[in-house]
């Protein structure tokens, strides 16, 4: 709702994409576009990260950067990006996500493409000399979604209430940071944090999904209006979820803004 193009976040990997490109890119009157997910079935066996009950990196031979890559070549009209979730309990307890968080590095390297990383409950560190961290080991243009939570992995030292110098300097050199609400993914307590430094989010995402569309996310404007509410200047709320994240996915030439030679789309809200 309100929106010319959504942005799919891995729901599909290199062996279940061309199912989701049939039954649902090509059917969706919005504009759809997606990331795919490092693991080959995506997200077909898997639900929200955090509940125990086991995931799409439980088995590494599911996690194929080659195939990954290749999928991405042969769909660029609409594969933007590469995912992976960072979470212990869908990646073997925590034994697999170094492995399959270096394989997403890779795929993404490879093929030229922004990674966009879930990091929640993870047995990645935030930052460290000389450790894989995340989002400490992201490069220029990778993605840090659900940027705001406030479970373990939050980009907050808890110990003294301040966003963690590493996070910053990821910032500084170029990572994005995604809200992606989701549906328990957005802290108030860590969102008035980041305000209160003056740490805004690159990107506005919504994350809808089926746990999340019907409350607390509701749809992107309701999330654009709690970035409003705790400080976040209207401007910069705009370009979150226009130029910024057109940029971010590659198609800045294409949509993000009204202008000459580029796609007519725009919202408007009543």
């Known amino acids: 709702r309100g929106v010319t193009t959504a942005v799919d976040a891995g729901s599909s990997g290199a062996s279940t994409f061309a199912g989701l490109r049939k039954f649902v890119v090509e059917k969706c009157e919005t504009r759809l576009l997606c990331f795919l997910h490092v693991s080959l079935h995506g997200l077909a066996s898997a639900g929200c990260a955090g509940y125990g009950v086991g995931g799409e990196c ?4 599911q996690v194929q950067a080659g195939a990954c890559s290749r999928c991405i070549d042969e769909n660029r009209d609409v594969l933007v990006g590469v995912k992976v979730r960072l979470t212990a309990d869908i990646c073997d307890d925590g034994k697999n996500e170094k492995e399959a968080y270096e394989r ?7 093929s030229n493409v922004p ?19 995340c ?7 990778d993605i840090y979604t659900h940027t705001l939570h406030g479970f373990n992995s939050t980009i907050i030292d808890v110990t003294s209430n301040t966003i963690r110098p590493v996070v910053w300097e990821s ?25 209160k430094e003056g740490f805004w989010p690159d990107l506005i995402g919504s994350d809808l999904h089926k ?30 979820v226009t130029v910024a994240p057109a940029k971010a ?6 949509i ?3 202008s000459v030679g580029k796609e007519a789309d725009r919202s408007e809200e009543r």
Do not use: Q
């Not at 439980?58 to 031979?61: A, G, M, V």
């Not at 989701?182 to 307590?189: I, L, N, Y």
């Open 135 to 141: 989002p400490g080991s992201l490069r220029k243009g």
């Open 58 to 61: 439980d088995s590494l031979k």
């Open 171 to 195: 910032k500084e050199r170029g990572v994005l940071f995604d809200v992606g609400h989701g549906m328990g993914s957005f802290s108030w307590t860590v969102a008035e944090i980041c305000a």
């Open 115 to 133: 990674l966009m990383v879930h990091h929640s409950e993870s047995t990645i560190p935030v930052g460290g000399s000389g450790l894989l961290s």
């Open 256 to 258: 993000g803004t009204l």
């Open 104 to 110: 997403a590095l890779k795929a993404a390297e490879t």
């Open 211 to 240: 746990e999340s569309c019907k409350g607390p996310a509701y749809d992107l404007v309701t999330v654009m209006s709690k970035m409003l509410h705790v400080g976040m200047a209207l401007n910069k709320v705009i370009e979150a």
């Open 249 to 254: 996915i590659g198609w800045a030439d294409r």
